[in-house]
């Protein structure tokens, strides 16, 4: 519980450090925007807008199904709009070439770059969102390589650092896709929460990071910008750990008194099983000191043995009552008359009634459907000697663990090995259960 609350917080925090740094490197460009009015700042502050609302819903839901689209779409379109913008903006050729009057003052737009731009758009549909913001990030970085390295603009290379880093932690996220794998480690490898996530994260943080250097570079020296932006991180900071100190406050108190309800719920339901332990006890002594059980026995008169179990299961209300002699051989079963004969030689609490030792056990079973989960009591039937055992109990299903519900509001199951026998929890169709279900 914790880890998730922690990764939640974290997530939550680093999506909104990058929407800070996001907005601050649109602001510098729409303020050149509206200095200069050229096109290409507009597009690229547009750009960087669009990527700061993509980070604030991803924030605000980073799970829901339901947000996934705009946020996704939203991204790419940040994405692809800084690359329109970089498209319009010319290089800056060494001094002195024979291409720097024409650079200077002509730009052009290479009917093949408009072709790759509008596939790039395209692709921003696409459902893998991921791979579409790993390529555009690093076309973004790309270009920016194109400017500092082609040209002189060496105050570029943070930037295309940075969307270096976003591509390789965007192409990260990518391998999400494989997070229902049926291989467990990877499923929880690249799962939510998981190292994969853990790595993205990191690698995201760095990359903003370093853009967010970049931009403070430009940012210092106007006192306007400065201020403001220094007023929205402190604000957001003092929000974010305000929330969190009480966040973590009252789900720490909620934990304790969900513990403190749990370990209530625990004990009602091991007294339940108790109960029921002493109950199939008390009822096999009742059976196997009956005078009419012990001359029956000792008679061999199994339409009168049968008689008188049936007579014991519906007084004693249990859900089975068996009766063998010394042998372990069932004499009669008070459910269902045509089975005896059969051996329980296996059944550890009948072997110990036969060595006088009385034992009430929980014990597995395979059912037609699903294991099933019963509590026997086995006492011996006495008369000169060991004559036989009376063996009786419980089974816990469905029904007990509904009456177990009553009384705590707590959703129970029981599970026969490693699949659930009984449980309070329906199936998706709201009717039957779901039982039979590997954990």
């Known amino acids: 519980m914790w880890r998730a609350f922690w990764a939640q917080n974290i997530h939550f925090s680093l999506e909104v450090f990058v929407a800070l ?17 050229e096109k290409k700042m507009a597009l690229r502050a547009g750009g960087f807008f669009l990527y700061a609302l993509a980070s604030i819903i991803h924030a605000a839901a980073a799970e829901e199904a339901l947000l996934f ?11 692809a709009l800084i690359i329109w ?11 002195g070439s024979a291409k720097a009057k024409v650079a200077a003052v002509t730009v052009t737009i290479p009917t093949e770059k408009l072709g790759g731009l509008l596939a790039v758009l395209k692709l921003a549909i696409a459902p893998f969102f991921a791979a579409v913001s790993a390529t555009l990030s690093l076309v973004i970085s790309t270009l920016y390589f194109r400017l500092a390295g082609v040209g002189l603009e060496k105050q570029q290379v943070p930037a295309f650092k940075a969307f270096l880093l976003l591509a390789v932690a965007e192409a990260v996220s990518f391998f999400s896709i494989f997070s229902t794998s049926a291989n467990i480690f990877i499923s929880k490898f690249v799962s939510i929460y998981g190292p994969l996530w853990s790595v993205e994260h990191l690698i995201k943080l760095v990359a903003f990071v370093v853009l967010g250097v970049w931009v403070w570079g430009y940012l210092r020296f106007r006192l306007r910008e400065e201020i403001f932006i220094i007023f929205v991180s402190v604000t957001l900071g003092v929000f974010l750990f305000t929330t969190l100190a009480f966040t973590t406050l009252l789900l720490q108190n909620l934990q304790r ?3 403190k309800k749990l370990e209530t719920d625990v004990k009602v339901l091991d007294f339940a099983i108790e109960r029921l332990q002493a109950e199939a006890l008390s009822d ?8 009419d059980v012990v001359e029956a026995l000792k008679a061999g008169d ?3 043995l049968f008689t008188l179990a049936q007579s014991f299961l519906v007084s004693m209300e249990t859900d089975f009552l068996a009766i063998t002699n010394d042998a372990a051989e069932v004499l009669v079963r008070a459910e269902d008359k045509e089975r005896s004969g059969d051996s329980l030689s296996d059944n550890l609490a ?37 004559l036989g055992a ?12 509904d009456r177990v519900k009553e009384i705590t509001g707590l959703d129970v199951t029981v599970f026969g090995g490693n699949e659930r026998s009984a449980t309070t929890f329906l199936a998706p169709d709201e009717k039957s259960r779901e039982l039979g279900t590997l954990e």
């Open 284 to 291: 096999a002594r009742a059976v196997s000191s009956n005078a």
């Open 257 to 259: 008194d969900a513990l």
């Open 21 to 37: 740094v996001a907005f601050s490197a649109g602001w510098i460009f729409l303020d050149s925007w509206l200095f200069k009015k």
């Open 69 to 79: 689209l705009p946020f996704g779409i939203a991204k790419a379109s940040g994405l």
């Open 85 to 95: 913008s970089m498209l319009l903006e010319p290089i800056q050729p060494l001094p």
């Open 350 to 386: 009948v072997m110990n009634a036969l060595l006088e030792r009385p034992l009430v056990t929980v014990v597995k079973r395979e059912g037609v459907l699903t294991p099933q989960v019963f509590i026997e009591a086995a006492v011996p039937v006495k008369g000169s000697g060991v």
């Open 390 to 401: 009376a063996l009786t109990g419980f089974i816990v299903d469905d029904a007990f663990v």
């Open 302 to 304: 199994r339409d009168k």
